[in-house]
């Protein structure tokens, strides 16, 4: 398990919706996401990965769970607030093999840098 957190200029409620529904994941995630009820449909250059939204409060965090990951496993999007700045932070956690976290972050830089520009910030 590893957390990557990132400064989004950008309200909480807008940030989640960009997390948790297909259009605003489609947008920066992947190139097209379907929902059918708890289970999204991620499809990059024709190859689709299914995965369930295991748990989510509104504005606050939501958690999805790749059909290949173990029960253990999931990816999550936390939405926090700086106490100092008022600044919202995306806070990602995720699971890697050891040797594969650099490229897993690297990965998750390039994604949020995408949703950064998407969101304006």
């Given at each position: 398990m590893f957390t990557v957190e990132y400064p989004v200029r950008c309200s909480p409620a807008i940030l989640y919706e960009f997390l948790s529904t297909p259009n605003g994941l489609q947008e920066w995630f992947a190139d097209k996401v379907d929902q059918k009820e708890d289970t999204f449909y991620f499809s990059w250059n024709s190859a689709t990965d299914e995965a369930e939204r295991v748990g989510f409060e509104e504005?606050?965090?939501?958690?999805y769970r790749w059909e290949y990951y173990g029960d253990e496993e999931f990816f999550e999007f936390r939405i926090m607030q700086s106490p100092v700045t008022n600044e919202t932070i995306l806070q990602i956690t995720d699971f890697a093999d050891k040797t594969d976290v650099k490229d897993q972050q690297q990965l998750w830089n390039t994604q949020v840098s995408d949703l950064k520009h998407r969101i304006g910030s």
């Open positions: 504005n606050e965090f939501v958690r």
